[in-house]
């Protein structure tokens, strides 16, 4: 960087023309201006707000979407103080100038990230990362741990631990209670536990991580460790690339344990009614043979964005004399050695048993109904996820933390756009690859508009496996494969399909996926909060199984639902860290009396 | 930073001079011109390895020592490729110039530091933090973690695991046993299964952490957070900064944990012998009620560098009817509320000891046989460790790696000098506390050469107090009393002073310090081992406590010994986790059979 005589370092073209946008922008939100505002967006662009400005997680488009956020918002926000980030200098490439920038509101800090088209906005994002008054105790903040000084009265953290966990839930009352201890919902306790609201975690197995150490035993991490970090505390430089499931479970167990997370393992949640008047759940568990009813403010359900298992009716099943389970109750290959097993389905979970039923041994036909998509581990690794989420990105400064914020910074209207080039790359790549699978009889598809696996997982959650070996045993035939077929009905010892092939069975695995989450609800609530919430997950992009009208976020994840006080948390690691922030920071709001009025409440479209 | 025409940055006047210094060792290095390069080094100069060219701990002193340790070991060391650090500039400030550097040798990496007065070196530090080809898998060498493809005789991540940890010590042997789970012998364990050395550690607790977990409620770090990382995970940014025992504990188990250490807990160390023509050594432990012989190669005793507990011998000892035990039994105060204490020493578990009593409401009397050097916690985080380790620290890039490797670029010999100016602004600010001290009749010292607590602690390990509440407590006379006297004998029912005043007592503790750990090996070994070996800990400084002559080096501490294959670890959690690499390393270098020639073994001068 140069500098001026006087030594004051110049401001590149790029930080000039940040500036100057920021300035303008500024000048109309501080004068109410919300038509000069809306101007200085381009006429296709968006602005993505998490919390800051909606108290939701909501994009709108063009000026007019911008119009109209800021008539609702803008009276309340009071944003002020947009500048760049003096950490990161602003840059132009291809005539997109960018910029990190930061802000306050009335209530919180915030950060965001500006992408101009000439001197128009094209993309803003505007996130609040901590609530004035209530930081987090982090670094200069942090806990002294021991208080100085001779104290008569002196309760060790140990004692007031063990006090704080036998009252919470019995003489005290939580303010949320997490349905579900999986990775999300141990992260969202750990930054509720930062933030002070006290929360009780409800886990039906007995130690937390046991929701992966119940699975099959090859099961690993398809995503690489780089993308996994919980909050707080990353995983370490020696982690695996790809986790083992033991080795996560222990990882997620300690993490419950140093983050002092009040889980309760070995209870099931029963039920659980809203009373509008008091604005109060009430959530039983059984807990050690016992049914507690505990009454918090605030309901998280974090029990796996697949939601509830999707069996399928098929004529026969009744007389079907094998055994036969939905893959989320497969207890793993050991007992299937020597037996023939047919599973029906194509995606990751088929793949991943079919594999280990292979490997331990048993004769194994997959029934491929329609197309899947397929990416090879390393190529996903290669070509989509290295620029953020890689040793390579790490060592060029972008951290986890800096990585889920330029993810974030993509609009999901434009995001396939970005991906069918890396897709369209991985195919020519991994060309020799596909020829073999179809030359198989596997019936493959790379998304509706050839945009891949992430936007496949963002959309409907299901359609892809991630192959880490499965692939190869289907393509030389060691796993049967009969594609483009329906399964009509079931004999005592065989599965027919639609061609008329008879497949002997002595095991079948339905891999038929999985509901929305709002089954969930409807299981622990009842069907009519179900429907009121409608449709968990997906975009409303109008293709196959995420029917529109488009919706602009996920829907109903980590932000108000048309039911008060009740949220859905969850998704892959990524998401389950970052959004964690954000849902961990509307529950604190609302529980320290910080008003939070909700812009764009998400209408219902779908029930399911 | 500006640059040449060509785009090329300029070199500094800084580092054009530490070029020149670097290029002129490096000839006289490869040309074997030992006296060339010793002509390099000030008169007053000091060279300081960590098993880069001694495969020892060693600082040597003028172009005489220098001149020495070539002689010795250039031949076999192959040192070359000095240079700058290129992360790290060079830095000129009052006549001194400094800089990192990086070289290699014929078997490993190094990492250094300079300071040149003028152009001849004044200090030089030379480490080695890998061996070629045995890199750790860490950052672009971590392991994959699964296997991809299909394999059916796959072995799972944990089916490894419990099958390793069932044969190490009973089908296959270890090559490394580290007797002691603490700190200490976690922090090495770790580096050593990240070397893929096969190491048992063996550990009387039921848990990791426990030898924290066990002692008096009260107890907490005295060292903030910042010097207190193990190596690989760092605490998160939410860590206490004192961290209280029962969260450490917690932490070391869940470290044992994610590390994979093997760790045999419940087991007791009975007794070891080295066969010196097998090189073996015979290692019986009692585990599970049987006892089980281990024949490791090396033996590490990370008992605590406090070595055994010194019990006086006083008149009465017998005849006395309250409790009475050693700081180290001492359960805590629960069950002498409304008793009568008498504490004999004033050291940092008497001060600890004495506030604990007082807090649970005994009568305490405290007897100070001499002088002690008083620090307050928040003095000496403010004004002797700031600058290397907190938090404003991190922020100016001072990494914990970089503070320890700042700590080791200073010599022994002159390190009190650093020192002395720190207490003398400590004794300024707290003018006020220490003459409160006086008038109760405190006995204060500041160090035999004023040079405060770490000198101490490095020569000796003990004669001091970190001040975190108990001496307000002397001040004020909530805990009593009795300076400059001893104890001559006990009653029945009190402790008889010097000064003829007799203190009733129910309880008597004895915080009369510890022996040199050597100790622990002719408990263990015998007492010939432990004579052979000799002294451990202390500078020979010829201070109180540490009888000269001048060492260098702390004595048989994390570098060979006297006795073959018998190694010393231990020290606060810097050292712990900074010396653990070079012991790490040593070990390594031995099992891979990389030749390890010892120059300068340490004499023994002291037997204890």
Chains 1, 2 share one sequence.
């Not at 006429?43 to 709108?60: G, H, Q, Y």
């Not at 369209?424 to 020799?432: F, G, L, N, V």
Request: net charge neutral; aromatic share 8%.
């Amino acid at each position: 960087m140069t500098s001026t005589p006087e030594g004051a370092p110049l401001r590149s073209d790029a930080a000039i023309r940040v500036d100057r946008w920021l300035g303008r922008f500024e000048a109309a939100l501080a004068a109410g201006d919300v038509e000069a505002a809306a101007g200085l967006f381009a006429p296709e662009s968006f602005w993505r707000d998490l919390i800051a400005f909606t108290w939701n997680l909501k994009t709108v488009e063009g000026p007019a979407g911008v119009a109209d956020l800021l008539r609702h918002t803008l009276g309340h926000t009071a944003p002020r103080g947009f500048m760049i980030d003096p950490a990161e200098p602003a840059v132009e490439a291809g005539g997109i100038t960018e910029a990190w920038i930061v802000f306050e509101t009335a209530v919180g800090r915030g950060r965001g990230h500006l992408r101009l088209q000439g001197d128009a906005a094209f993309t803003l994002l505007t996130t609040i990362y901590e609530l004035k008054g209530h930081e987090e105790p982090q670094g200069q903040r942090r806990p002294r741990g021991v208080v100085h000084g001779a104290d008569r009265g002196r309760t060790t953290w140990s004692e007031q631990r063990q006090r704080d966990a036998a009252e919470l839930g019995i003489t005290t009352q939580p303010y949320v209670v997490i349905v579900g201890g999986g990775q999300g919902g141990l992260a969202l306790g750990a930054r509720l536990r930062q933030l002070d609201v006290p929360t009780i975690i409800v886990e039906r197995n007995e130690r937390p991580g046991d929701s992966w150490r119940k699975r099959y035993k090859s099961l690993c991490l398809h995503d690489p460790v780089w993308y996994d970090h919980l909050p707080y505390l990353d995983f370490p430089r020696n982690w695996p690339v790809f986790s083992p499931k033991d080795k996560i479970a222990d990882w997620l167990e300690m993490y419950a344990k140093v983050m002092e997370l009040n889980i309760w393992t070995s209870t099931a949640c029963k039920r659980a009614s809203y009373d509008e008047q008091t604005g109060e759940w009430a959530v039983v568990v059984e807990r050690g043979g016992r049914e507690i009813r505990l009454r918090p403010r605030q309901l998280v359900l974090a029990t796996g964005m697949s939601g509830k298992p999707s069996m399928p009716t098929i004529d026969g099943m009744a007389v079907f004399r094998g055994d036969q389970h939905h893959s989320s109750a497969h207890p793993g290959p050991d007992a299937y050695r020597g037996k023939t097993a047919v599973v029906i389905g194509s995606n990751n979970s088929a793949h991943d048993i079919c594999a280990a039923l292979w490997e331990a041994g048993a004769d194994v036909t997959m029934v491929q109904r329609s197309s899947t998509h397929i990416v090879r581990s390393d190529s996903l690794m290669e070509l989509a996820l290295a620029g953020l989420y890689s040793e390579a990105a790490v060592a060029s400064g972008i951290t986890t933390h800096k990585a889920d914020m330029i993810f974030a910074s993509l609009p999901y209207r434009i995001m396939h756009q970005f991906q069918i080039p890396v897709y369209d790359a991985i195919r020519k790549q991994d060309a020799e690859f596909y020829a073999r699978l179809e030359k198989a009889g596997f019936l493959l598809d790379y998304g509706d508009d050839e945009s891949g696996l992430f936007m496949k997982y963002l959309r409907r959650g299901s359609g892809y496996y991630i192959d880490v070996g499965a692939s190869e045993l289907v393509a030389d035939g060691r796993i049967k494969l009969h594609s483009g077929v329906s399964v009509v009905r079931l004999t005592e010892r065989a599965v027919v399909l639609s061609n008329g092939v008879e497949l002997p069975a002595d095991l079948i695995v339905y891999a038929t996926g999985f509901g929305s989450m709002n089954g969930w609800a409807a299981d622990l609530i009842s069907q009519q909060v179900a429907d009121k919430v409608g449709k968990v997950w997906g975009l409303g992009s109008g293709t196959t199984k995420d029917p529109g009208p488009w919706e602009g976020e996920e829907r109903n994840m980590w932000k108000p639902t048309q039911q008060p006080a009740l949220w859905f948390h969850g998704g892959n690691l990524h998401q389950s860290r970052h959004y964690s922030l954000y849902l961990a920071l509307q529950l604190k709001a609302r529980e320290a009396g910080i008003a939070t009025p909700v812009y764009g409440l998400q209408g219902v479209h779908h029930l399911s």
